[in-house]
């Protein structure tokens, strides 16, 4: 049952407006990939083409290889969990999770068995009688969850599915969601602006941006290896300064920002172009009152107080960046440091532009 999606090419224009340009995107059998991003980036309409909701202008869709790309929705044989739940109100918890078994054909007795086998695993099975509106969120969201996939689809798609619920019941969702997907082994896409939940939950994530795919790999390579500069800003790379390497001695490399040298280690930092950008997160600037420490001059400004740390805004002859420093000493503004880059918290970028 459970088969590999695969978006070739694909566009999709409103009149003159380009909503995705020439988007490519494989999801192996089995897998949960989430499309992630902000408003407007493209994820949402993506979904939709694949639902069948929408058509693309160019490109094609295929699941376990039948071409779905011009096929009507109803007959893509695909599981929906929305945002709003969409149950119907006038059926009972039951009847909400058998409806797409009725749809099927199967009779009373089968769809009754099945409803009440997948209320189970959500852990519904009391409140079978009931009708939506005297259920909570979480639990209209259970219900959704069961009616999707009690028709065991090829495809689940997810749009949005937690964004009505409160902080904790997110968490504890996007928990049940991970452990359903997984005992299932559905193909599963699931749309969310949220980077904690996308990498909390999912095999691997794409990152959208203005309709194109700005990277897709495992939540880990994201975290640490951003492939470009909005990617980086996006998983918290506060902090991206342009250098030029001026000298090289084996894997020791010195480099040049607004006037000043900062030597780096290429067994640290992993290979270094002759232009390049250093992004770090705040945690990726240690904060030293050395004279002599190997790192970038800067004045401390604001101190902000994280509860692990002491964050810093600082002027340094990059411009502006933002460094974390230690809760044992608090810095006063005005406070001279040098800012020594931890490798584990920085990667290095192509300067924008370089090929």
Known sequence: MTQPLDLQSISAHYGTTKVLEDLSLSVQAGELVSLLGASGCGKTTTLRLIAGFLSPTTGS??????????????????GLVFQNYALFPHLSVLDNVAFGLKQRGLGSTERRKRAMGMLERVGLTPLADRSPGAL???????????????????????DEPLSNLDAKLRVDMRVEIRQLQRANGTTSVYVTHD???????????????????????????????????????????ENIIPFKVTARDGAAVAAETAGMTLHLSQAGFGSIPDSFLLATRPDGLAVSTDPDAEGLPAQLGLRTYLGRAYQYQCETPAGRVVANGSLTTPLEAGTRVKLVPVPEQCTILPAEGAH
């Open 195 to 237: 980077q904690e939940e996308a990498f909390s939950i999912s095999d691997r994530v794409a990152i959208m941006n203005a309709g194109r795919l700005m990277q897709f790999d495992r939540p880990e390579v994201l975290y640490r290896r951003p492939a470009n500069t909005f990617v980086a800003r996006f998983v918290g790379f």
């Open 136 to 158: 909570s969120g979480g639990q209209k969201q259970r219900v959704a969850l069961a009616r999707a996939l009690v028709i065991e689809p090829p495809l689940l798609m997810f």
């Open 61 to 78: 869709i295929t699941l376990g290889g039948r071409d779905l790309t011009r096929l009507p929705p109803h007959k893509r044989d695909i």
